[in-house]
């Protein structure tokens, strides 16, 4: 069993850096084992991957956030990251975490809004 927190979104001015993190709990497995990825949803839009990370550590981005984003994790911690640099309007969403190893789990999402 997997509970999952995020935290650290917000307002920010386009061409702004936030940090998001997503907290996991763990249950009956080790955290180390989980692929985990970030995910967002814009109002009226399709829920979409913007990054994701192996258990081995390899990293994966759509192309509208390379460059920008960066997606790590601390085993130690059960926290993964979402580094996001240079944002722009377009990147206002809602953000989940997400966690798979065998099955998948889904935080409730922090909201990034970011003006123009």
């Known amino acids: 069993q997997v509970q999952l927190v995020e935290s650290g979104g917000g307002l920010v001015q386009a061409g702004g850096s936030l940090r998001l993190s997503c907290a996991a709990s763990v249950t009956g497995s080790r955290f180390s084992v989980y692929s985990m990825d970030w995910y967002r949803q814009a109002s009226g839009k399709q829920r979409e991957l913007v990054a994701g990370i192996t258990s081995g550590g390899s990293t994966n981005y759509a192309d509208s956030v390379k460059g920008r984003f960066t997606i790590s994790r601390d085993n130690a911690k059960k926290t993964v990251y979402l580094q996001m640099n240079s944002l722009k309007p377009e990147d206002t969403a809602v953000y989940y975490c997400?966690?798979?190893?065998?099955?998948?789990?889904w935080g409730q999402g922090t909201q990034v809004t970011v003006s123009s």
């Open positions: 997400n966690a798979i190893w065998i099955q998948s789990y």
